[in-house]
Nanobody
Framework: QVQLVESGGGLVQAGASLRLSCVAS????????MGWFHQAPGKEREFVAS????????LYADSMKGRFTISRDNAKNTVYLQMNSLKPEDTGVYYC??????????WGQGTQVTVSS
């Protein structure tokens, strides 16, 4: 059983930056591909970015490409999402997820990001 705890959200102005963190426990961290998802108010949860077990391969949603960077530190069991040039439409809850080849995905409780215009 993997537990994921996100942090780093907050209230910022448009154009600012935030770095989200997600600490994993209860599993072998480098056995999991990690991802970030965004749920805007009243909308479905959507994919933001993911990173391979080693950190060598990343994927991004088109709307975040160039502004957001996902990274991981396997020694710290942590995945990060660096968010730059934030826009009001980036407002919402950001969830961390872990997925191995043999298990269903695990999800964190989320961290709130609010971007004011």
């Amino acid at each position: 059983q993997v537990q994921l705890v996100e942090s780093g959200g907050g209230l910022v102005q448009a154009g600012a930056s935030l770095r989200l963190s997600c600490v994993a426990s209860g599993g072998i961290f480098n056995a999991y591909r990690m991802g970030w998802f965004h749920q805007a108010p009243g909308k479905e949860r959507e994919f933001v970015a993911s990173i391979s077990h080693s950190g060598m391969s990343t994927l991004y949603a088109d709307s975040m490409k160039g502004r957001f960077t996902i990274s991981r530190d396997n020694a710290k069991n942590t995945v990060y999402l660096q968010m730059n040039s934030l826009k009001p439409e980036d407002t919402g809850v950001y969830y961390c997820a872990a997925k191995s080849s043999t298990e269903d995905a695990y999800w964190g409780q989320g961290t709130q990001v609010t971007v004011s215009s």
